[in-house]
């Protein structure tokens, strides 16, 4: 083997090496949510069961989203625990009527208009079909923001290569052409772009 194969390649291993572990990491920014929202905690201690119970669709069938305070004063206009972030969340936010600025996950770009109505209730997919099994987790997940284009790094998912993702892992394009293929469903562009 030759020195100039040599040099090339331990420069392509580099170059590599620092494309798929350097990169990512210098990608996305690191920011934590406003306080430790623990899903899993308030499904057992509240026998919340359905994920439509905080993040419900409105009278029109348009989903509302992040849960309106009105919806966290129901259990906690006062406190109920002795955590820092109940203590947060009712001295910062609920007494001074103020709604909790929690940083989106799944925010789509402004050109894609996605219905949950229609994925929810006349296809039956459930929320862990895109979202994944967030609503089991006991801790609050770090927010990961690409500095690039301002998203979530769930929409890319969690994996550069995106190989042997688990569901709900990624939220792209692909992602949704994929599933619309394995139900047999066609849309056209407009159906999700305006």
């Known amino acids: 083997m030759s020195r100039n194969q040599v040099v090339f390649g331990l420069g392509l291993a580099t170059a590599l090496l620092a494309g798929w572990v350097a990169f990512p990491r210098a990608l996305y920014s690191k920011r934590p949510q406003p306080l430790a929202f623990l899903h899993k905690t308030h499904a057992e201690k509240s026998g ?11 009278d029109d069938g348009q989903y509302t989203g992040l849960p309106p305070m009105e919806t966290c004063v129901g259990c906690h206009s006062g406190k109920i625990g002795t955590s820092t972030a109940e203590a947060t969340l009712v001295d ?11 940083l989106v996950y799944s925010r789509q770009p402004a050109n894609v208009w996605f219905s949950h109505a229609v994925h929810v209730k006349r ?4 929320c862990t079909d895109c979202h994944g099994h967030y609503g089991e987790l006991d801790q ?20 550069m290569t995106r190989l042997h993702r688990a569901p709900g892992d990624g939220m ?9 293929r394995r139900h047999s469903v066609q849309v056209g562009c407009l159906g999700c772009h305006e």
């Open 48 to 58: 919340v069961s359905d994920c439509s119970q905080c993040h419900a669709f409105g």
């Open 92 to 102: 910062h936010y609920i007494k001074r009527g103020v709604s909790t600025p929690w």
């Open 123 to 126: 296809a039956g997919l459930a």
């Open 140 to 159: 609050s997940r770090i927010y990961e923001v690409n500095r690039i284009s301002g998203y979530s790094r769930d929409i890319w998912g969690h994996s």
């Open 172 to 180: 792209k394009m692909s992602d949704c052409e994929d599933c619309h």
